[in-house]
């Protein structure tokens, strides 16, 4: 029988199918009616953190709270959610849950699906993979499940139905279900993967289309390779989008934004880290911060379930320089030897044992230990790798973390990076970096050119203290004030977060000795009493630690950043016994800003892969439609649209030419006034950080000069920085209109911002009048997806640059000056504290008129590097897509409907 051999499935015999952990959906199991009028309400319970489908009647008015009925059978439990059971129907009254509400459907089976898609993005799990199957050829999605381990084979459903097979895709089926025939186990080649969290099948739909149009196109073959079959023909033409076509399958590699992480040790920074990411013990104390010039990295492991440490380490010949140094400094009896000698020691101890200090280095280097570390820098990097977090936590912390006590058996000297990765945390970080920015009170500062390059990458700063001493600690505050220039103007951080941390150590009746104030109803349950004093001295900080934000200097200027204040108790989120609830730990709120930044990245690499598909199909279409009798018609339009190309770029010209005049006035004024008040202002920044007896004072002063201008103290907030000092009255002239000409957001309009003028450059003019023809809208949309692809490009590239012309004029002053450093520092003996700072004073006297005007031509040119690359490559690309319109060649396909289903999708996605 035909029915027998189809083997046509029937879905709604089964109840229940399980994928993992994870029910994919529900089906009656006869034909019951629901009753009328009932919808279904996907929701998380917020005390288990469950997802869960429920009646939508069993809801509050404000769908906070929801009537849980007293079953513990699962069946019973459905039944009542199918049949819209009443509550506090039978012999037991309900509990009424608080819950978080997701989403309302009309049908169990729709509700229960999205329940799937809820829990699976809480566990960062990809529903859907478009693959390519071997055998037919064929592009397609499936449910990740399908997918063997090597992701090489997929298991395929035995419907020759194909409306039978799409439903067994959306609602992720599971192959043991099908018990009378077996599924078939096809080789694939795996492209894309979805997790967006709406509309997750339609988005995978959106990749199929998009990839399917280069495989069609001939530019994609099986399994996956970049193929041009008309090379003659269409090569020149599509050379850029070959190279964007390969990267497709590693997008979500591309963008990733970097959060740092303000805080010295002690303050909670791997424990909070540690909560956020739900991995106890992951990161040892002290772990961030602990090492000269490392930068720790956090972020996801994409690929397996291991974590994962990758170390970069310095050269032989680059420790052998350092250590060189170390041993210099330790022989020289001068009294001006650096003022960081116990660093200095620290290392060496470390690395070669506690009395390696008190040896030569030729007696080191007889010593096995010696031979040991020889080896471990045999490679320029070490990898990590464990699937067990203690194992893993234990074999990575000789890399990165510093104790005193284990003289002899770290490693940490010879570390300039590490990054970890973390698995299962796709939701969290996975377009996300969590970057430690060392440098407040730890023993080994960062040096300050890795610092401030760091610095300007963070797109976020998140600044880490104890609440109880988050308002009189100077660290972080004198931080935010030294560098604020190298997030805002000179970077392009947008939010600065402010995080308290261990709110739960609090002794409560001490509290509430100080804060008469709480009323004795608050005080009246003793059992509640440490809750109410940790949430109302939360409260306070939250207030105290905003106003004294809103009342720094760095706040009156044109610089905006977002800030909110967090108080979180790490502890108390991973133990529940400790008084406060999830949500009051504020560990959660943490939680939320990494997802939603995550699928904000999510929505904008679909949009971007969207964009770049139908510019193609565009193409193929307009091009292909080409005849003699319309080329008259095409030249005119190419024609047309040639002369709006160059009467844009002069308008664009004109309005950045602008900008340099108003950047060449503030930097003569800038000139100017330093020319007239640098020495008075570099003996101002020396005599604020003079001790009144001066003792010590001179090293200090040896170290700045032989840094080039720079030192940071142990005991300091902040470092001093000469060059910045001598910075300061150009920056004082220029940096509010270069806020405005360099936003750091580019979704501030301040009416002159160069991404401003990018935005309102097109070709596409409101005069322009030509005839319509499906040729002619396929090549206009070719068109605007150029124009809107480079335009994209182009912003980006303009928050890069906009970093090298505003540290340019720090750069220029510390070359100019280096001469005169290397003479300062050198000056040795009695005196030589008074004649160091006679030479720097001369030397500035002597560079002041040229060093400043150089400065400023510095950022000038620069400025006008960027204004000539806009320019000129709006003009390059869209010449060339104008050229690319007016081609003639043979019928490749007709893709009218490919071009449908892409923008019918795309507007689901995206709606």
Avoid at 336 to 362: F, N
Avoid at 458 to 481: L, T
Avoid at 802 to 822: D, L
């Amino acid at each position: 029988m035909e029915e027998a051999k189809e083997m046509d499935f029937d879905f709604k015999c089964v109840e229940e199918c399980k994928i993992g952990d994870y029910e994919p959906m529900a089906y009656e199991e006869d034909n019951q009616s629901m009753p009328d009028g009932v919808n279904f309400a996907v929701v998380t319970l917020q005390d288990t953190d469950e997802v869960m489908v429920v009646a939508s009647d069993w809801l509050s008015t404000d769908q906070k709270q929801c009537y849980w009925p007293p079953f513990k059978s699962t069946e019973k439990y459905v039944e009542a959610v199918k049949k819209n059971l009443e509550p506090s129907t039978g012999w037991k009254p309900w509990e009424k849950l608080n819950v978080i509400f997701h989403a309302e459907y009309d049908t169990y089976e729709e509700a229960v699906n999205n329940k799937v898609e809820q829990k699976a993005l809480k566990d960062g799990l990809i529903l859907y993979k478009v693959v390519t199957l071997h055998k037919s050829n064929e592009l397609t999605v499936i449910p990740a499940t399908w997918l063997n381990e090597e992701r090489t084979q997929c298991y395929w459903p035995p419907f020759k139905s194909p409306e039978k097979c799409t439903e067994a895709v959306k609602y992720r089926l599971d192959p043991p279900v099908t018990v009378k025939k077996p599924w078939e186990l096809l080789n694939i080649q795996a492209h894309m993967e979805c997790e967006i969290e709406t509309s997750i099948y339609v988005q995978s739909l959106v990749m199929r289309e998009t990839w399917g149009v280069f495989q069609k196109a001939g530019y994609v073959t099986y399994p996956g390779m970049i193929e041009d079959k008309r090379v003659d023909n269409l090569s020149f033409r599509f050379q850029n989008r070959r190279d964007a076509i390969s990267k497709m399958d590693n997008i979500c590699d591309n963008k990733k934004i970097t959060i740092g992480v303000f805080g010295k040790s002690g303050q909670g920074k791997s424990s909070l880290l540690n909560a956020i990411l739900g991995k106890r013990n992951l990161l040892p104390s002290s772990c961030f911060g602990a090492c000269t010039s490392v930068v720790t990295q956090v972020q996801a492991n994409l690929k397996d379930s291991n974590y994962i440490a990758e170390i970069e380490l310095f050269s032989k010949e680059e420790w052998e320089k350092e250590l060189n140094d170390l041993f210099r400094v330790l022989l020289d009896e001068n009294e001006d030897r650096d003022e960081d000698l116990e660093t200095k020691v620290e290392k060496i101890t470390a690395l070669y044992g506690a009395d390696a200090d008190k040896k030569t280095l030729e007696e080191l280097k007889k010593d096995d230990k010696y031979a040991e570390i020889e080896n471990v820098l045999s490679g320029s990097k070490k990898a990590i790798s464990n699937s067990d977090v203690s194992a893993f936590a234990n074999d990575v912390a000789s890399y990165i973390q510093h104790s005193k006590s284990s003289t002899g058996h770290c490693y940490w000297p010879l570390v300039k990076s590490v990054t970890i990765k973390i698995p299962d945390c796709r939701e969290l970080l996975e377009h996300i970096v969590l970057l430690d920015l060392p440098g407040t009170g730890d023993c080994n500062k960062i040096r300050n050119d890795l610092w401030k390059t760091k610095l300007r990458e963070c797109s976020s700063v998140w600044i880490v203290s104890n609440i109880n001493r988050a308002i009189d600690d100077r660290d972080p505050w004198g931080i935010i004030q030294h560098c604020i220039q190298d997030l805002g103007p000179g970077g392009e951080c947008k939010n600065i977060n402010f995080i308290c941390t261990r709110t739960d150590d609090i002794d409560p009746e001490e509290y509430l000795r100080s804060v008469p104030e709480l009323s004795e109803d608050q005080k009246s349950s003793d059992k509640k009493l440490k809750k109410v004093c940790i949430l109302h001295r939360n409260n306070c900080a939250k207030k105290n630690v905003k106003r004294k934000f809103e009342n720094l200097e760095i706040t009156k200027s044109k610089v905006s950043f977002i800030t909110d204040v967090f108080t979180v108790s790490s502890k108390a989120y991973l133990d529940t016994n400790l008084h406060l609830e999830p949500v009051e730990t504020e560990i959660p709120n943490l939680q939320g800003i990494l997802k939603r930044t995550n699928r904000r990245i999510n929505r904008e690499l679909t949009s971007d892969c969207v964009n770049e598909a139908n510019g193609v199909l565009s193409f193929i279409q307009s091009v292909q439609l080409h005849s003699d009798k319309k080329m008259g018609e095409i030249q005119a339009v190419v024609k047309a649209l040639q002369k709006n190309l160059a009467k844009a770029l002069n308008v664009l010209d004109h309005q950045l030419n602008s900008l340099y005049k108003i950047m060449d006035q503030c930097l003569s004024k800038g000139v100017e006034k330093s020319v007239e008040l640098c020495v008075g202002t570099k003996n101002a920044m020396i005599a604020s950080v003079t001790p009144v007896d001066k003792r010590g004072f001179h090293k200090i002063l040896h170290t700045l000069y032989k840094n080039k201008g720079y030192v940071w103290q142990k005991n300091w907030d902040a470092p001093l920085d000469l060059n910045l000092c001598l910075a300061k009255h150009m920056h004082d002239n220029m940096d509010d209109e270069f806020s405005l000409i360099f936003p750091v957001d580019a979704n501030n309009k301040t009416g002159m911002s160069v991404q401003e003028q990018i935005d309102k450059f097109s070709i596409f003019q409101r005069c322009t009048a030509y005839p319509q023809s499906s040729i002619l809208y396929h090549m206009e949309n070719f068109i605007r997806t150029e124009e809107t692809k480079v335009k994209a490009l182009l912003k980006r590239e303009v928050v890069q640059r906009k970093k090298e012309i505003y540290s340019s004029i720090q750069r220029t002053i510390q070359n100019q000056m280096t001469a005169g450093y290397e003479l300062a520092a050198n000056e040795k003996g009695q005196g030589a504290m008074e004649n160091r700072e006679k030479k720097i004073t001369e030397t500035i006297e002597l560079l002041k008129y040229n060093m400043f005007k150089d400065a400023k031509m510095e950022v000038l040119k620069k400025f006008k590097d960027l204004k000539d690359l806009i320019c000129k490559t709006l003009e390059s690309t869209l010449k060339r897509s104008l050229e690319h319109t007016q081609t003639t060649i043979t019928t490749l396909m007709d893709v009218s409907k490919e071009i449908e289903i892409l923008e019918s999708l795309s507007r689901q996605v995206f709606n």
